[in-house]
């Protein structure tokens, strides 16, 4: 049900609904992109199934989007409420049907901007929703709709759930999004946004000639298009002659620079100008660089939600929130045994995930205070020493050539130079140049500490430095994603299938402490408080070094040394003080590939190299450890010969 300005009667209906509502409601949010920071809620849907239907008597119309039976009430009661001219949907789940009240409130669509509500009124309407203890508000990916609400309407939920974390706990490796669930579990084929997208058509004549009759440069004129409210929309078009000279020229206004535009370039696609001078006209008129504008647009189906007209918007809306109450309803109460928790993983849902879950709302919201003086100092000074390095390789070699190539690379190490090429690739013959092999070329030629000293302050440019300067929010923060479970791999494949909390954009459990670079300084507790750090180190290897009876860990560890770095010095034969990041990585990769038996492909896999590589990276660890290799073989023939595996 679609809620706009002449249906605010049904729109205080509803909230007396859902002030008598105990239990649960679902929630969702329509925005213009996933930034949290520039992007902004359009519209929010909700689904309630009522505790209490008295008397009423209905009038069949139809069937949603996803063919769920859907009737107009005639008269009755909802929650002790008066509910005629409520739409009520039947939601077919294994534990019976449930009919349920589903309404969309839109504010910020494209199109007919005049009928929908005021970006206030829905904050009236949400906000004491939000602020109820009683009253669990769930949502599938609840997170980022809390997000949501925080940055962008000043609004925090209190008492969340969420069914993507209760699929986790059903099946941790399957894919969790909402629209995969429908189909695979509930046999629900859903509306994709892009089946509803409607794009903006322009008349060209008609722009042509309003154009020639105000001398205004069509660019401007698109652009000012695009926010006028007063353009009403007749048969996809704009009605162009709605507008007067003043209206158009009122509406040429500078605007930042944010998701609104990747609508714009989508809109204007049907008119006759390019890409480039679409930029350009952009940056003309906010005062930027064309190119800058083109870094900010970002094209994808989920973008289109601001283009969608407002009746198939609710659609979409609300089916997300009714697929959510259904899957809710399968794992808690359903009779299906392939979707229903059982009662141990409803208890941890309860007791250990949601807590968490409300917790990690909260820390992201905060965000962590980050000094931009200290990286920008931390990037000026390591581009310095790179361009220097650059240099000494160019004299090292006697060759001008581009380093971050491997095939460039390679023909000056290996035909110019005249080092012997310790692996190729058997599919693409390319010679390898990765961190493993030149690690162990390392005492063949002087450029080799270069070039390894130069990958590695690359790295804590790019990956560190320039990364997290360029997540720095407007108040100074960073507002990492933190993930409980492996969720996120639906959204950046950032998520641990191990449950261990993992986080990004950017990644805060990995910023790197270097002797030279310390970034983790730049991050820092408001005053007043403490960032905590605590981690169980190396105790997997502590453990394991103590019953194969591992001397070198041992030794490490009496001593307090880095346990990795003390593998890496004796893998490669170099001083402790020589070991390279890089080398240190390699290292710990291989310590816990020994650990929990990871095969040749797996550690390929992660220290990116090829399969023969692997291979010898493997072959050069266990040699570096022959306790550890006799006290594994001797676990799996034990294993073996009590049949345990």
């Known amino acids: 049900m679609l809620i706009t300005k002449d249906r605010m009667y049904e729109l205080h209906m509803l909230s007396k609904i859902i002030e008598q509502h105990t239990g649960k409601i679902y929630i969702d949010t329509e925005t213009r992109g996933l930034d949290y920071e520039h992007d ?43 509910s005629k001219g409520l739409y009520v949907t039947y939601l077919p789940t294994s534990a019976g049907i449930f009919p349920a009240v589903s309404f969309y409130t839109p504010f910020g669509h494209f199109f007919r901007r005049r009928e929908q509500l005021l970006k206030q009124e829905v904050i009236n309407f949400v906000k004491p929703i939000a602020d109820r203890t009683d ?47 429908a189909d695979t579990l509930l046999n629900i084929k859903v509306k994709e946004i892009k089946d509803l997208v409607k794009l903006l058509m322009y008349s060209k004549e008609k722009i042509s000639e309003i154009c020639k009759y105000t001398k205004i440069d069509p660019h401007i004129l698109l652009n000012a298009l695009v926010a006028d409210d007063y353009c009403i929309l007749e048969n996809s078009e704009y009605n162009l002659e709605a507008l007067s000279i003043n209206k158009i020229t009122n509406r040429i206004r500078t605007h930042p ?47 289109y939600i601001f283009l969608v007209d407002i009746n198939s918007a609710a659609e979409y809306a609300c089916q997300d929130t009714e697929l959510t109450a259904i899957l809710d309803i399968e794992y808690n109460r359903g009779s299906r045994d392939n979707i229903r928790l059982s009662d141990s993983l409803v208890t941890l849902y309860t007791d250990i995930e949601k807590p968490v879950l409300e917790s990690l709302v909260g820390i992201e919201n905060e965000g962590l205070p980050c000094d931009r003086d200290m990286l920008e100092n931390m990037l000026s000074d390591i581009s310095i020493r790179l361009d220097k390095l650059k240099e000494d390789i160019y004299d090292m070699t006697g060759e001008t050539f581009n380093i971050n190539s491997t095939e460039e690379l390679g023909v000056v190490l290996f035909d110019i130079i005249g080092l012997p090429c310790l692996y190729v690739d058997p599919k693409t013959g390319g010679r390898s140049t990765n961190e493993y092999v030149l690690s162990t070329l390392v005492k063949e030629h002087p450029v080799i500490d270069k070039l390894l000293l130069y990958r590695e302050y690359d790295k804590i440019k ?16 960073i507002r990492p994603q933190y993930w409980q479970t492996g969720e996120s791999r639906d959204k950046s494949g950032s998520g641990t299938v191990t449950g261990r909390l993992s986080s990004s954009k950017p990644n805060a459990q990995n910023i790197v402490h270097h002797k030279e670079f310390n970034i983790r300084n730049a991050i820092y507790a408001p005053e007043g408080y403490y960032i905590v750090s605590s981690d169980l180190s190396q105790i997997e290897l502590v453990g394991y070094g103590f019953y194969a009876m591992d001397y070198a860990i041992i030794r490490a560890r009496k001593r307090m040394e880095d346990l990795h770095s003390g593998r890496a010095a004796s893998i490669y034969a170099v001083p402790v003080h020589k070991v390279t990041d890089d080398m240190r990585k390699i290292a710990k990769t291989m310590a816990f590939a020994m650990l929990y038996g990871a095969g040749v492909g797996l550690v390929a896999k992660r220290l990116g190299i090829s399969y023969n590589e692997a291979k010898k990276v493997i072959y050069d660890f266990k040699k570096s450890t022959p306790e550890g290799e006799k006290f594994t073989r001797s676990v799996i023939n034990f294993v073996r010969a009590k049949k345990y595996g």
């Open 40 to 82: 902004n809620i359009i519209g929010t849907s909700i689904t309630i199934i009522p505790e209490k239907i008295e008397d009423l008597n209905v009038e069949y119309c139809g069937t949603t989007i996803n063919n769920f039976d859907r009737s107009i009430v005639i008269s009755g009661n909802i929650n002790g409420v008066p």
């Open 135 to 181: 009253l669990e508000k769930i949502g599938h990916n609840i997170k980022f709709d809390a997000r949501m609400f925080h940055h962008s309407m000043n609004i925090d939920l209190i008492n969340m759930g969420d069914t993507m974390l209760l699929d986790t706990l059903r099946d941790e490796t399957s894919p969790h999004k909402l629209k995969v669930l």
């Open 257 to 303: 620079v944010n998701s609104y535009y990747k609508r714009l370039l989508n809109a204007i696609r049907k008119f006759c100008i390019s890409d480039n001078d679409l930029f350009q006209a952009i940056g003309t008129e906010i005062g930027c660089d064309a190119n800058y504008v083109k870094s900010k647009i970002k094209r994808g189906a989920e973008d």
């Open 462 to 477: 790019g990956t560190y430095l320039e990364s997290i300067l360029n997540k720095i929010w407007a108040d100074g923060k």
